[in-house]
């Protein structure tokens, strides 16, 4: 059995939610404290055993090369000071693992994005990371722990939160049968026979919504190239998704651990003081 090696990260987004901010900064380079919002996702996906990482961008998104780089003039003047200390948590991450680039032409949804990230990919099992859903825990990180789920289950794995009813039109939505397992907490693992992306209240198959956290099998693809326009008009990678669930190929995951959506204002704001108030 291959383990799971790399990690993409869809950002070729427009962050329109963070105007005028994310004009000409990308939405995934947002700090949260001093670290940006990417930053944390590769970190996690380290922590997880993950050493490729492959980073689907856009138009305006260079500077996060550059981050996940070395920049020699800065290396050179904060050498021996006081300051050197800042420079050592993404030194270490650059050691860690290696970063491949593919650019979206063209913004036609998170499905689309994903099947841009193939060339990166190959023909392996892969993780997925939503860098904007920023998630936390003392324990093992969300991805180790389905990473690990993966190696038990080889198959496609969703991260999902419970959610009040009446956010069900912001998130990918899922049902589905319990699967015993006496390794894992009562009714966190879920057979997935159903998947609406963004559905109303009334159309909502429960209160599970995906969070930005995936394992896809690398059959994936092909679904998504055969995939139609949905929600919206993009290819989701839900609908992808609902093709596989319908052959038992889908678990969906209640992982342990806090998830912070930094995709809006309010949510950024919580995740900063969370942070801020842990680091002191
Ligand atoms: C995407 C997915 C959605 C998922 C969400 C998690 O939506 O399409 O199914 O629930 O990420 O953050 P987006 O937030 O990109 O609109």
Do not use: W
Not at 188 to 202: F, G, I, T, W, Y
């Amino acid at each position: 059995m291959s383990k799971i090696k790399k990690c993409l990260f869809p950002a070729a987004g427009y962050g329109t939610r963070f105007l005028p901010a994310t004009k000409a900064i990308p939405k995934e380079m947002l700090p949260v404290l001093t670290k940006p919002l990417l930053q944390y996702g590769v970190e996690e996906a380290i922590e997880a055993g993950l050493d490729t990482m492959a980073i689907v961008t856009g138009r305006g998104k260079r500077s996060i090369e550059d981050h996940f780089d070395i920049s020699y003039e800065l290396e050179h003047q904060i050498k021996g000071t006081s300051k050197e200390s800042y420079l050592t948590e993404i030194r270490s991450v650059i050691n860690a693992c290696t970063f491949s680039y593919t650019r979206q032409v063209e913004m036609r949804g998170l499905g689309h994005a994903i099947l841009t990230g193939e060339t990166l990919i190959g023909d392996e099992a892969f993780a997925v990371v939503l860098a904007d859903d920023l998630c936390d825990n003392d324990g093992d990180g969300v991805l180790s722990q389905m990473v690990k789920l993966y190696e038990k289950y080889q198959c496609c794995i969703v991260a999902v939160e419970e959610i009040p009813p009446e956010d069900s039109n912001k998130y990918g939505v899922i049902a589905g049968d319990t699967i015993k397992d006496s390794t894992y907490a009562k009714n966190s693992l879920v057979r997935v026979n159903d998947m609406v992306e963004k559905p109303e209240l009334q159309d909502a198959p429960s209160n599970l919504a995906i969070i930005g956290r995936y394992i896809l099998t690398p059959d994936i693809f092909d679904v998504l190239r055969e995939t139609q326009p949905g929600k919206g008009g993009e290819i989701q990678i839900t609908d992808a998704l609902l093709e596989m669930a319908k052959i038992g190929k889908v678990i969906a995951y209640k992982f342990d651990g806090t998830r912070f959506d930094c995709g809006n204002v309010d949510g950024f704001v919580e995740a900063t003081n969370y942070f801020y108030t842990k680091s002191n």
